[in-house]
């Protein structure tokens, strides 16, 4: 069956880094868009940044702009997500998804952005 599994989250500080791995099986990941969306607490799913099968393409959303690389190896089925700069506005839990909306994702990963 199709898993999409997310690692990689935790506390950092305000400025720091983190960089959030999505393991998939299950599908033909190679071909598919894939997706990282973020859901804070009281706030419905926020799509973050998008990325195409031959990772030609590459959007991001607003606040991931400049701070938020997104990448994948599709040798290894696997999904990235390279956060830098982060704000304390930042702390969610991070789900990557096969969709923008976020409707087939992973059970997710918190980021938590303090000092």
């Known amino acids: 069956q199709v898993q999409l599994v997310e690692s990689g989250g935790g506390l950092v500080q305000p400025g720091g880094s983190l960089r959030l791995s999505c393991a998939t099986s299950g599908f033909a990941f190679s071909s598919r868009w894939m997706y990282w969306v973020r859901q804070t607490p009281g706030k419905g799913l926020e799509w973050v940044a998008s990325?195409?099968?031959?990772?030609?393409?590459?959007q991001d959303a607003e606040p991931a702009k400049g701070r938020f690389t997104i990448s994948r190896d599709n040798a290894k089925n696997t999904l990235y997500l390279q956060m830098n700069s982060l704000r304390s506005e930042d702390t969610a839990v991070y789900y990557c998804a096969k969709d923008p909306q976020g409707m087939e994702r992973g059970q997710g990963t918190q980021v938590t952005v303090s000092s």
């Open positions: 990325i195409n099968t031959g990772i030609g393409i590459i």
